[in-house]
């Protein structure tokens, strides 16, 4: 081991405990996501949800499957090949359940509170007996709140935002201040895009630093950019400050802050606007582990309809990538619609599904436009359906 490797080795970013056989899948000691990384409303407008819909969704954190609820599907199959992130998305449904939102915003840790434990006990016997077993060895992870206890969260909280505040002590605040776009632009343009802030970009950018740190291999595990990353993701960040106030923006105060600075700048299943319509609409989730390719390999012909699949591109190898999608026509209604994010890739439709769908190249452009989050481009595309007019979002 090199010295620089001995100086950046890092602590462990969580203390969960698992049984013997789901060790392997903690990264760093901890759930490898716990809250949202992706803006949900742009999949909410590129899938135009519909009552008849059926949807399949990948887990993740959990928060994809239960922001889709609010298009208010017939059903979501929610699948993820970690059955921990499972279990989250168990516990979060649990949660939503049993309490209003003043109340579930306390126990997941979005809002301070001693008594998360006890409302653990209230709501553990409506899990299944795995995720019982699993969040009954950490009810310390439950008393701190698992909002932010995932690897990533707690590597933007220990490594990203320290040294984003460090540069930038003064200037963090002020960017999160701002009330007009036109005014927050010209801060960033003047005041915090700097040789210094830049030289620190390049530093975070660089993915042997963030595989060290992090020991997730599909954080850059397929990056196709022909360009510099610590340009590429300054571009993207100005791009961002363009279209959203830093103060409104939950991805970017997670990044910086570590945490989201209130309950109104928040994903839309924690929002006090729409946590009812999500809370309504959960018998609708279906959880099933599993690989995503495994699964749909068994999965019928014309099962779904819309298709939510995160940035598969970026822990896929393009042979994996057009496997899955050639699954995804073959289990697609006809007419269906799929959603799938590039994050510093710009990874396409295999052309031997060009007969089979068409992607809306300028509704995902529009979309990723004015996502939320930084570096994530949108692709959306339709299965064996060309009569949608070039301008509909439908």
Known sequence: MSAADRILRPLSLGDYRAAPA?????????????????DSWSELKGLCLEPDDVVLSV??????????????PKKIVSIDANPLQNHLLELKMAGIRALPCHG???????????RRLDRYQDLRGSLSDRARDFWDRNPHVIRRGVLYSGA??????????????????????????????EDQLRFFDEEWDTPRWRAALALLA?????????????YYAFIER????????????RDVLSHHLAAENHLLALLILGRYLDNRAVPPYLSPDHYDTVRA?????????????????????????KYSLSDIAGWTSPEEFANILGEVTRTAKPGGR????????????????????????????????????????LVVGDIENRSFGSGAEH
Request: net charge neutral; hydrophobic share 40%.
């Open 104 to 114: 579930f915003a306390e126990f997941i840790g979005l809002a301070p509170s001693k």
């Open 281 to 305: 609409n959960l018998d609708a989730v279906e959880i099933v582990t599993g690989s995503l390719d495994t699964v749909l390999a068994a999965t019928p012909a014309e099962t779904y309809s």
């Open 338 to 377: 799929f959603c799938y994010r590039n994050f510093l890739s710009d990874r396409r439709v295999p052309p031997e599904l060009a007969d089979s769908v068409v992607v809306r190249d300028e509704l995902g452009d529009r979309l990723g436009r004015t996502d939320l989050a930084i570096a994530f481009t």
């Open 59 to 72: 887990t993740g954190s959990g928060c994809r499957t239960l922001n889709l609820l609010l298009g208010g």
């Open 226 to 237: 022909g360009v510099s990353l610590a340009d590429y993701l300054n571009t993207c960040l």
């Open 206 to 218: 660089r993915p042997r630093l963030t595989r060290l740190l992090l020991h997730d291999p599909s």
């Open 22 to 38: 789901d060790r392997q899948f903690l990264t760093q000691g901890a759930i490898l996501y716990s809250t949202c990384d992706e």
């Open 152 to 181: 990533h969260e707690r590597f933007y909280a220990r490594y990203i935002g320290p040294l984003i505040r460090t540069l930038r002590p003064g200037k963090t605040r002020r960017l999160f201040a701002h009330t007009s776009l």
